[in-house]
């Protein structure tokens, strides 16, 4: 049984609504990150491996815990903070981009939740998930609030020394508060504008929502823009639709410790043999799940993963 809607995005989201006015923390654009230190080169070969982590009741640093058993490498590639919210100001009549104070509290402690990650090679990035407030990716009002929303997280990323940011179009609730329904031009401004403002950074994809259909418009298709898209349903397989090479794709998704060990096994067997780049992974917590883990990392790299308190 896999999950079609992920009550992950519950955790994260439904108890911000209420105290949102109260605890909304836009960014700041003074004073950018010191730059972590370099990190070693990994020499494992095989797909890059996405672990989510919900920061409301698990720790960043649970990713860098795991190793491969051959050549002592990170199992995993690239660390998600889930979520960072898009929310909505009615009396403004604006979109802006809200933490909780788990986010808040990660973000605030950069130098022991993230650097350490970083350090070791992970890449951290930023997911931002819709909050039933009716502001979404695909609703702006005009394409310089798509940009002003940009600019938002593009300041973030800067602020706190992260990697890149993660879109996940889910529990928008478009309309609610007044809002827009859905047009087809507001993910091709806010992603065009994200990507000028970091040309370097990651841009990823969860593959669902309103806005993850709404790739193209005016002639301008924002595909080539990400660096990454997958599959959102855990414990299945599915090709992302979107125009990127199959190096930056991830047809398979995997709940750790919900999604079961042999699943995870064919999942990761089938990623190599079709040959796709990617390997998503959800809801890596504070146990020792080198089991779990070991299931994929044996047919992705050949090696069973080692579990370091």
């Given at each position: 049984m896999f999950t079609l809607v992920r009550s992950r995005v519950r955790?994260?989201?439904?108890?911000?609504?209420?105290?949102?006015?109260?605890?909304?923390?836009?960014?700041?654009?003074?004073g950018a990150a010191a730059a972590p230190a370099p990190a070693p080169a990994p020499t494992k070969q095989g797909p890059t491996s996405v672990a989510y982590?919900?920061?409301?009741?698990?720790?960043?640093?649970?990713?860098?815990?795991?190793?491969?058993?051959?050549g002592g490498d990170n199992v995993f590639d690239v660390a998600v903070i889930f979520a960072a919210n898009i929310n909505y100001d009615a009396g403004k009549k604006k979109a802006y981009l809200h933490f909780n104070e788990n986010v808040q509290r990660v973000l605030d402690n950069a130098d022991t939740e993230i650097r350490p990650l970083q350090q070791k090679g992970i890449k951290v990035v930023l997911s931002v998930l819709g909050n039933h407030q009716g502001a979404g990716f695909a609703?702006?009002?005009?394409?310089?609030?798509?940009s002003a929303f940009a600019k938002q997280m593009s300041d973030t990323v800067t602020k706190y020394g992260l990697d890149g940011i993660d879109f996940d179009?889910?529990?928008?609730?478009?309309?609610n508060n007044g809002t827009g329904q859905p047009n087809d031009s507001s993910f091709v401004h806010l992603v065009t504008a994200l990507r000028a403002n970091m040309p370097d950074k990651i841009i990823s994809l969860y593959n669902i929502g309103p806005a993850a259909s709404?790739?193209?418009y005016g002639g301008v298709d924002v595909s080539?823009?990400?660096d990454y898209a997958w599959n959102p349903y855990y414990g299945t397989w599915q090709v992302p639709e979107i125009a990127l090479p199959k190096s930056k794709l991830s047809p398979a998704a995997v709940e750790i410790g919900g999604t079961s060990q042999g699943t995870a096994a064919d999942l990761a067997r089938r990623t190599v043999s079709e040959g796709y780049g990617v390997y998503l992974t959800y809801n890596l917590d504070g146990s020792d799940r080198s089991a779990d883990v070991s299931a994929f990392t044996r047919e992705l790299y050949g090696s069973d993963a080692v579990y370091a308190p």
């Open positions: 955790t994260a989201a439904l108890a911000l609504s209420a105290v949102a006015a109260l605890t909304f923390a836009t960014t700041a654009t003074t982590v919900e920061v409301n009741n698990n720790s960043m640093l649970n990713v860098g815990k795991y190793t491969l058993a051959n609703n702006f009002p005009s394409q310089q609030a798509a179009d889910e529990y928008a609730e478009y309309g709404r790739l193209s080539s823009k990400f």
